[in-house]
């Protein structure tokens, strides 16, 4: 059981810069989803996906962010010209087709400076 | 959309001590409850969940319950120990609609005083 994974687990960067985290889920789970959470505060929903087809984007998810999920498997979280607040914790997850329990991964750390 | 409300915020009990954390839903539609626990550093893990056609589920010393008719539920932890230190959240699941996303609360830090 390898479970959900995340990569990097931390990021710092700065202001402007562009950066891509990565996703891997349970394998035969065909839904993915990305949260993101903020110190002090749950997890909220970004988007969600059931195979390759991004379902739902949450107004959260500003034109600066954009997630795929290409080929049903993994997938991938980009934010554009990051901003101070966009420091959060992001959180994928993964579930089967009855959409029951969501493995959480450890989640990617990022700082924007 | 859904709003869950949780609390404590915080809760700080001795080990071999007892510990309730209560949840409060607003979606009827709602039918689906687990429970994450989440370490620091790590992402929330699930330790308990139930569905809204049981009104209690346990798990040794882990117990959660359900009153649909007043949309509350609760986690209770008997005979704690300083490893349940952790930040618990609750969370929901519609049956229509949005059927994916869960709704969190705010998270209870849970200390247990060794």
């Known amino acids: 059981d390898t479970g959900v994974s995340q990569d990097p687990r931390h990021k710092i960067t700065k202001r402007g810069q562009n950066v891509t985290f990565r996703c891997d889920p349970i394998s035969e789970h065909n839904r993915l989803y990305w949260y993101r959470q903020t110190l002090g505060q749950g997890p909220e929903f970004l988007t969600y996906f059931q195979n390759e087809a991004q379902l739902e984007k949450s107004r959260l998810l500003s034109d600066r962010f954009s997630a795929e999920r290409p080929k049903g498997s993994f997938s991938t979280l980009e934010i554009q010209r990051t901003e101070q607040g966009d420091s959060a914790m992001y959180l994928c997850?993964?579930?089967?087709?009855?959409?029951?329990?969501?493995?959480f991964g450890p989640g990617t750390r990022l700082t924007v400076t | 959309g859904e709003n869950v409300e949780q609390h404590p915020s915080t809760l700080s009990v001795q080990e071999g001590d007892s510990a309730v954390i209560k949840c409060t839903y607003s979606d009827s539609a709602s039918n689906y409850f687990p429970w994450y626990k989440q370490e620091l550093g790590k992402g929330p893990q699930l330790i308990i969940d139930i569905r809204s056609n049981v009104g209690e589920k346990k798990d040794q010393r882990i117990a959660v319950t359900l009153n649909k008719t007043a949309k509350h539920f609760s986690l209770h932890i008997t005979e704690t120990q300083p490893e349940d230190s952790a930040v618990y959240f609750c969370?929901?699941?519609?049956?229509?609609?949005?059927?994916?996303?869960?709704?969190f609360g705010k998270g209870t830090l849970l200390t247990v005083n060794p």
């Open positions: 969370a929901a699941l519609p049956t229509r609609g949005s059927n994916y996303k869960l709704t």
């Open positions: 997850a993964s579930s089967s087709w009855t959409g029951g329990v969501a493995a």
